[in-house]
């Protein structure tokens, strides 16, 4: 379309060109929901005060900052290790049980860092039965202490390595076996192939995975302070909610910004130019090689060590506790004047989110589409740029956003309390920013699905736009906004920091109850509502082991 | 005396129940590109992957360059035979450019550089070392993973139906490229396919196989002219089959009297391609014509003979004689082929 | 096929959000009720919250948090907060919140006669429910009868090196702890306290009844924390192998560290009178020895001199009238809160 043109036409235009414009107000909206707060907070760090700069650095910073780097680094290392090497294991050869690993062994995808570090705790620390256990083997003076980064990191590690393991299993799947087969009769071995070939292939698929690991580990907060491992999220909420120094607690909150936004570029520079699609992709998959012997039982083991420590463990432990909370006795208290309360806030909070944030993706989905402009699928990029955001950040964020207005509000004489921060609305705003991305990847790759010439299609055999809408259109889709929907109802469970910091007025919720009780040791009554987010939890476990069953065997 | 690259003798695989390859020999000559021709399930690729190594065989054994790779308790891994195979969806690694795959293919070598440019100048892609894969059309990714295979100077090179994924334009015009290339590099090669054109037009050396075993191996023209049972001639091109009684050099027919290319005695089927029978139009002739299918350069006639049988003709594109209805008359050019009923 | 349970399970997720946007407004206002910012572990747990509800008809609703998130709340809300009773565990946040204007003062007989002098704000904003006293706890099998530690300084003896267990420097009790040192004995002299206890490498164990596990279990000797910890683990195991010791009884000493769970009611409580009436209730028959009473429940020592002790304090303890308490008004320990903090942060106190 020529520009003169353009000129001439513009009544007419701008008649056919309003609707392609409205595509885009709902995207153009979220992202400026994600931005603002984002944006205010990377603003801060613009106008740093230096005082308060200099009493962290010559405080606690530099052991946040040098714990959080030692945790990205050994959790890094370790997920990849692990997650990389167990999804090889699985696809490259055959022992006993693998099929029941293959899928099993996503199972601690359903367990939140917390609940793994206070069970990892109450397991394993000085006073736990396998250190008393080893010290009436060994004597008195056996000890190993737990409570330091490694501790934390082994947690950290054992409930994020599924991300790799995932995204590295589907990767090495998606593999011809004619690529494999190409190195082997060019010189390689089984393993020099694997190294010089199948790891750089998957390259994209393992550092992404990595990277999701990471964003958990920058995120958490609650593992490391059970560990007294402070890191800077823990500083965060440290700073905010214990110390009250709002102005530090921003500080800080600007440095993990700018330290989960690193991680995002050098994902991105990481993955390379390369485009790493398998041409064809007909092709048979490479032949399980059949472990025998001292071999077969070996991998047998690793995997079983695994998923025993990492799932089996704590969902035993936690099973017994919440028995005897149960059935023998409450530890403190009476949980059952609570749970209910507990139970129906953690769903009401993450219903709404998973509703809100869904509603919200499609919006943005859609009108990305419908415009399919480079703007637009910027904007897209822009809206789901909270899933990188630790949620301590998006909450410090959002208040700084939203306090200003509620008080504005009230001196106005609008209203006559804080309708934002006291209610749900502020807790729904970050769990918004903070869970699109994952709404929106599920939602977009759905509305995929639905190509035009179906809808050509089928109005050709006669059906009219609402028969197509319900018949092919709504079907194609809703796969995707259920399972969208029930990422981030469990997503919004697990949820800590954002929730402590945000939650309103006596709303706890299964996990700030479950954190409040673990932080106290009160491990028994703790179990109770870890149990419950557990259970929840497994939902999006079980669909995502469909998923990986549905590829191509 | 020279050592034939690759000695196959007594092969057996089979995959569960099915016997994928049954004893099979085969012997391929230095510098021959032999290409092994057969429907699909007949075992060809089978019997290329275990030349490669990437199969191994449950009985019998198998030579490259006079070294026993496979059999007598020996088993050679795919990485230490020396060979170079070209995949049918050419297994090019998408996350390395034209030139890495090759480097790959090389793993290390002396002057690797010079190499990879004598490689990419003989399928002439030279200007393309820096690309990626996908930034190839079909036919120039088909040359890469030609070039890939050819690098390290393998001993014999393998190719798995490489143009089953291209046009039928291109795979006329890659056909001449590859015989090129190898012929330049004086390759000893293996060609697996199931499209007897390309067999017949590429191969210094055709095998026809069928249910795992050798049917007839020799060259184009004696498996297409010459073939040694039906099955052979069936499947290689069209074939009328006539009923008749040979005595030694000569057969009787519906057609007649005609010379046998072998000798053969008692109830035999005659069989003679269409190319080989002539029309002409004659109102004293013994065929009606029944049916024209024409195809521009050429057209297959069927005539109906007097005795009842049908025979298919080949005859040019250019005339317009042969008319439904017409009379014609058949005649048989060069000796045909009898096989024992 | 595949996905059919994801889709009930997204129809189920859409259920609950819109019966939970239905239910809310419904549950609200028609009953009594009194809102209370809790920082007590219990939360709404709390049994006497429950017996109080039952005696009374007042819904008690409770939302918890840690004594400065609870009081950074009500900062931030101000006129506008929902809470109408401030209940924390330590009197220095109390005293912080009466001075910021966010407390009323209360003239309650009911509770002035109930509350002695020493344990309320003198301007009646706050009063003391129970009392819980910080001091030393040691494992007999490990340390000799003259080794015992008898002041908070004793601590910093270099024979304590590496057996010695801390509750981290983010907890209040550490932080009110330490300002009741520089209160005491003026900053200089309270930093080389910290500085000799840091100096002794001790393990930071953020809760007090994995400290005194750690204790009883050989991990460390001595260590620091509340005296219901060890009431509750005896409780549990009558031969729980860890003593307390009173710390800070001798003639020149200043007594135990006394901190108190305590309440008062915001200033512009919405539910005023159910809020007087449970704060009323929380210095009577709140004080109960059992677990429908504050200190009862939580084997804490009870503000109100009339209530009864529970037996197995007395056993554990001795008798607390016999106790050599730390005199100074709980009110300053507030005061010195930020000069604690930065003692904690530049001695490298762990966190």
């Not at chain 1, 919200?360 to 809206?383: K, Q, S």
């Not at chain 1, 309390?417 to 903070?434: C, D, H, K, P």
């Not at chain 2, 002409?280 to 049916?291: F, M, N, T």
Request: with cysteine; glycine share 8%; charged share 20%.
């Amino acid at each position: 379309m020529s520009k003169p043109n353009k000129l001439l036409d513009r009544d007419r235009l701008s008649l056919i060109r309003l609707p392609i414009n409205t595509q885009l107000i709902l995207p153009l909206l979220v992202a400026c929901l994600v931005a603002i707060p984002v944006g205010f907070l990377a603003f801060q760090l613009l106008i740093p005060r230096w005082e308060i700069w200099q009493q962290l650095w010559e405080t606690t910073l530099p052991r946040m900052l040098g714990n959080t780097l030692f945790l990205l680094v050994v959790v890094g290392i370790g997920t990849f290790t692990i997650g990389t090497g167990l999804a090889w294991l699985v696809t490259a050869y055959r022992f006993p049980a693998r099929g029941l690993f293959d899928r099993a062994l996503l199972l601690p995808l359903a367990i939140p860092s917390f609940v793994m570090g206070f069970v990892f705790m109450a397991t394993f620390d000085f006073t736990g039965p396998v250190q008393t256990f080893l010290r009436d083997l060994f004597g008195r003076g056996f000890r190993i202490n737990i409570r330091t980064g490694w501790g934390a990191a082994i947690v950290l590690i054992s409930v994020l390595y599924p991300y790799v393991y995932m995204l590295a299993r589907a990767a090495f799947r998606e593999q011809a076996a004619s690529t494999f087969e190409a190195a082997r009769v060019m010189g390689y071995s089984r393993v020099r192939a694997l190294f010089k070939l199948i790891l750089p292939l998957a390259r994209p698929s393992l550092i992404a995975g990595v990277t999701l690991a990471l964003m958990e580990t920058i995120t958490d907060f609650a593992t490391v302070r059970f560990f007294s491992f402070p890191t800077l999220s823990e500083g965060v909420v440290r700073l905010w909610e214990g110390r009250m120094d709002r102005d530090a607690a921003i500080e800080v909150a600007t440095l993990l910004l700018f330290l989960a936004l690193g991680l995002i570029l050098l994902e991105r520079s990481l993955r390379g130019q390369a485009r790493y699609y398998q041409a064809g992709g007909k092709g048979r998959r490479p032949e399980r090689v059949q472990l025998r012997g001292v071999s077969a039982w070996a991998a047998f083991v690793i995997c079983l060590l695994v998923l025993g420590f990492a799932f089996v463990l704590p969902a035993g432990v936690l099973s017994v506790w919440t028995y005897r909370e149960i059935v023998i006795g409450s530890e403190i208290g009476t949980w059952e004047t609570v749970y209910g309360q507990y139970i129906f806030n953690s769903f009401s909070f993450a219903g709404s989110a998973a509703i809100l944030t869904v509603l919200l993706a499609i919006g943005v989905a859609a009108g990305v589409r419908g415009h399919g402009t480079r703007f637009a699928r910027g904007l897209a990029r822009f809206a789901t740029l909270g899933y990188a955001l630790p949620g301590s950040v998006i909450a410090v964020a959002v208040l700084l956003v939203i306090a200003p207005i509620d008080h504005l509000l009230i001196d106005l004489g609008v209203t006559s309390s804080l309708i934002l921060t006291g209610s749900m609305i502020g807790l729904l705003y970050a769990y918004v920013v903070r869970f699109m991305s994952v709404a929106y990847n599920s939602v977009e790759a759905s509305l995929d699905k639905v190509r035009p010439n179906m809808e050509q299609a089928a109005r050709t055999m006669g059906a009219g736009s609402t028969r197509i809408l319900w018949r092919v259109q709504i079907p194609l889709v809703a796969n995707g906004i259920a399972v969208a929907m029930i990422l981030v109802f469990v997503d919004v469970m697990k949820e800590l920091p954002a929730t402590i910091l945000l939650r309103p007025f006596g709303m706890d919720t299964l996990a700030v109850w479950t954190y409040m009780l673990a932080a106290e040791s009160f491990w028994q009554a703790a179990a109770l509502p870890a149990m419950t987010i557990l259970v929840v939890g497994l939902l999006p476990v079980l669909i995502l082991m469909r998923v990986g069953e549905q590829s191509p065997e | 005396m020279t050592i034939n690259p690759i000695v196959l003798k007594k092969v057996y695989k089979s995959f569960g129940s099915h016997a994928a390859v049954n004893a099979l020999d085969l012997t391929v000559c230095d510098g021959m590109l032999l290409v092994l021709l057969g429907p699909s399930g007949c075992g060809k690729t089978t019997t290329l992957r275990l030349i490669a190594g990437l199969d191994a065989p449950d009985r019998g054994e198998v030579w490259i360059d006079g070294e026993l790779v496979a059999g007598k308790g020996v088993l050679i891994p795919p990485e230490k035979r020396r060979i170079g195979m070209v995949f049918q969806d050419y297994a090019l690694f998408p996350h390395m450019t034209i030139a890495a795959n090759i480097a790959f293919a090389l793993n290390g070598a002396k002057n690797a550089k010079q190499r990879i440019g004598e490689m990419l100048d003989l399928v002439g892609l030279g200007g393309k070392a820096e690309r990626y894969p996908h930034q190839l059309s079909g036919g120039e990714q088909q040359r890469v993973a030609l070039a890939r295979a050819l690098a390290p100077r393998p001993a014999v090179v393998l190719l798995d139906e490489p143009f089953s994924n291209l046009d039928a334009a291109l795979r006329k015009e890659m056909r001449q490229e590859i015989k090129r290339i190898l012929r330049e590099a004086q390759t000893t090669a293996v060609f697996v396919t199931h499209d007897q054109e390309e067999a017949l037009s590429l191969a210094d050396c055709v095998a026809v196989m069928k249910q795992g075993q050798l049917l007839q191996v020799g060259s184009p023209q004696t498996v297409y002219l010459r073939p040694e049972n039906r099955e052979v001639a069936d499947f290689l091109g069209e074939a009328n089959f006539l009923p008749g009684v040979a005595d030694g050099k000569c057969v009787l027919c519906a057609l007649g009297q005609l010379q046998l290319a072998t000798p053969i005695q008692g109830d035999v089927e005659v069989m003679l391609r269409p190319e080989a029978l002539r029309l002409e139009v004659d109102s004293r002739g013994d065929g009606v014509v029944s049916e024209v299918k024409f195809f521009g350069h050429d057209q297959i006639v069927t005539v109906c003979l007097e005795s009842g049988l049908v025979v298919q003709a080949r005859a040019w594109g250019i005339t317009s004689e042969f008319e439904v209805g017409a009379r014609v008359h058949v005649t048989l050019c060069g000796k045909a082929m009898a096989y024992v009923k | 096929m595949t996905f059919k349970f994801a889709r009930l399970g997204a129809l189920a997720v859409g259920v609950i959000a819109m019966t939970g946007v239905a239910l809310t407004p419904t549950t609200a206002q028609p009953r009594q009720v009194v809102n209370v910012y809790s920082a007590r572990t219990y939360g709404a747990m709390e049994a006497a919250f429950v017996e109080f509800t039952e005696q009374t008809g007042i819904e008690v609703r409770v939302s918890q948090g840690s004594s400065q998130a609870l009081l950074e709340r009500l900062r931030a809300e101000g006129a506008q907060t929902p809470a109408d009773l401030f209940f924390t565990i330590d009197a220095g946040t109390l005293d912080l919140a009466a001075e910021e204007g966010l407390l009323q003062p209360l003239e309650s007989e009911t509770i002035l006669a109930a509350v002695p002098e020493a344990l309320r704000d003198d301007q009646n904003h706050w009063f003391g429910i129970s009392q819980r006293l910080r001091t030393i706890m040691y494992n007999p099998d490990a340390v000799a009868e003259a080794d015992i530690p008898q002041t908070y300084a004793d601590l910093t003896d270099p024979k304590w090196n590496g057996r010695l267990c801390l509750r981290p420097a983010t907890h209040i009790y550490t932080i009110s702890l330490t300002a009741a040192l520089v209160a005491n004995l003026g900053e200089e002299e309270a930093r080389a306290i910290v500085q000799g206890w840091v100096d002794n490498q001790p393990q930071y164990i953020d809760s007090d009844t994995e400290i005194l596990r750690t204790i009883a279990a050989g991990g460390c000797d001595v260590g620091l924390t509340n005296h219901y910890y060890l009431a509750r683990l005896r409780n549990e195991d009558p031969a729980f192998p860890v003593m307390p010791v009173w710390a800070n009884q001798g003639d020149e000493d200043t007594g135990v560290f006394r901190n108190l769970s305590g309440a008062g009611i915001t200033a512009n409580a919405i539910n005023y009178d159910n809020a007087v009436t449970l704060l009323e209730w929380l210095v009577t028959e709140g004080q109960a020895a059992d677990e429908t009473g504050i200190p009862g429940g939580n084997y804490e020592f009870p503000v109100n001199p009339e209530a009864e002790v529970l037996p197995l304090l007395t056993e554990i303890f001795g008798d607390l009238a016999d106790v050599k308490i730390d005199p100074l008004p709980v009110v300053e320990y507030g005061d010195y809160q930020d000069e604690a903090l930065i003692i904690l942060e530049e001695t490298g106190y762990g966190f």
